[in-house]
């Protein structure tokens, strides 16, 4: 029986005590999340003294692997107990073949301009907190750069494609699937939201926001997470390739003469990174066009309902009345601000340590 089906003939009191069952594993992951997400910073944290004194490389290889470990790893495997899925389970549902492939990628151009235009929003509202200790959240450029070209290519490999497959895997297989029995679109929604609020930090927050729940639209329409890991993909490989560039001294001296108006050599690299902005600037002006007119006609691209004895302001009122959710929200708060909890940890571990 298809997910389209299976609250049919259910009752609202039913479809009530099953929503709040799933709102309550939701709320217990994004716990899950933001403790593995912290007991990853104390630990780095307690061995930055060591690993400043260990070569680049390595001590780059060492973070990627704690982050990979507790930011992914540890939070999908709790993730699949919590909602007793395995992962067999887990790939019959999600990974069928896509409806709609070809049409589904071609609305790439649409996706990446949308993600673009909402990182363009939030750089305007980061203005507003330059003088704050919360502007740290919207500026985590210097986060993701890679100190020499072996870690650029670790970072291109972790982005373009682990995050892709791992995070597809994660959201909407695990949690938009979860979801379904009890409306599209609450599913595509919420899946979305919590997409964001796992990157914590504001500087990704709006954009992976947007972006997941345009995949979990494709998702849902083309009835594959297949889809959605491939535009998941290509989305992050243009990113990732412009890290990975600018990680070449040439393309680093090429941008910082361009931006003081001095003439600078251009080399292989500069000529592909040149090539890639252009790139990025058409892929941008095509996708508003494509996003304008999507946008336009949006009631064409309304989910099915799935049913209608919850009203979507009650399975809202649900998912955010959850004691697990919330307390998963002030985690995540915490997480996007001052972080307390983790600092405050390290500061008593780092007493008894000496």
């Not at 997910?3 to 992951?29: C, Q, Y």
């Not at 998702?219 to 890290?243: C, D, E, Q, R, Y």
């Not at 336009?296 to 209608?308: C, F």
Request: glycine residues 6%; proline residues 3%; hydrophobic residues 50%.
């Amino acid at each position: 029986m298809s997910e389209e089906l299976t609250t049919e003939n259910k009752k609202p009191a039913d479809l009530r005590e099953g929503f709040k069952s799933v709102s309550l594993k939701l709320g217990i992951m994004i716990i899950i999340i933001f403790c593995a997400r912290g007991i990853a910073e104390i630990i780095l944290s307690l061995a930055a003294d060591a690993l400043d004194n260990a070569d680049i490389t390595t001590a780059y290889i060492i973070r990627t692997l704690v982050s990979i470990l507790f930011l992914n790893v540890i939070p999908i495997a709790l993730t699949l107990i919590v909602f007793k899925k395995p992962i067999s389970e887990v790939g019959r549902t999600s990974y069928r073949k896509p409806k709609y492939f070809a049409s589904a990628l071609g609305t790439f151009p649409a996706l990446y301009a949308a993600g673009m235009v909402t990182n363009l929003i939030t750089m305007f509202i980061s203005q507003f907190f330059k003088q704050t200790d919360v502007n740290e959240s919207f500026n985590t450029a210097n986060s993701f750069a890679a100190p020499n070209f072996t870690c650029g290519l670790i970072l291109f490999f972790q982005m373009a494609i682990l995050a892709p497959i791992v995070e597809e895997f994660w959201f909407r297989g695990i949690v938009l699937e979860s979801m379904r029995p009890y409306g599209n679109g609450v599913a595509i929604f919420i899946s979305g939201l919590l997409f964001g609020l796992t990157h914590a930090n504001f500087a990704q927050f709006f954009y992976a926001t947007i972006l997941g729940i345009c995949l979990g639209y494709i998702a849902v329409s083309t009835k594959s997470i297949i889809t959605t890991t491939v535009l998941h993909a290509m989305f992050n490989s243009v990113a990732a390739l412009l890290l990975l560039l600018i990680t070449e001294k040439s393309v680093g001296d090429y941008i910082l003469a361009t931006a003081s108006g001095r003439q600078a050599e251009i080399t292989p690299a500069v000529g592909i990174y040149m090539g890639l902005m252009v790139f990025m600037g058409l892929l941008i002006a095509v996708g508003l066009f494509m996003l304008i007119a999507k946008l336009i006609k949006l009631n064409k691209y309304r989910v099915p309902k799935v049913q209608e004895e919850l009203s979507p302001a009650k399975r809202w009122g649900i998912f955010f009345s959850s004691v697990t959710v919330i307390i998963g929200f002030l985690l995540a708060a915490d997480s996007f601000t001052f972080q307390f909890i983790p600092n405050g940890i390290y500061e008593v571990l780092s007493k008894i340590t000496g």
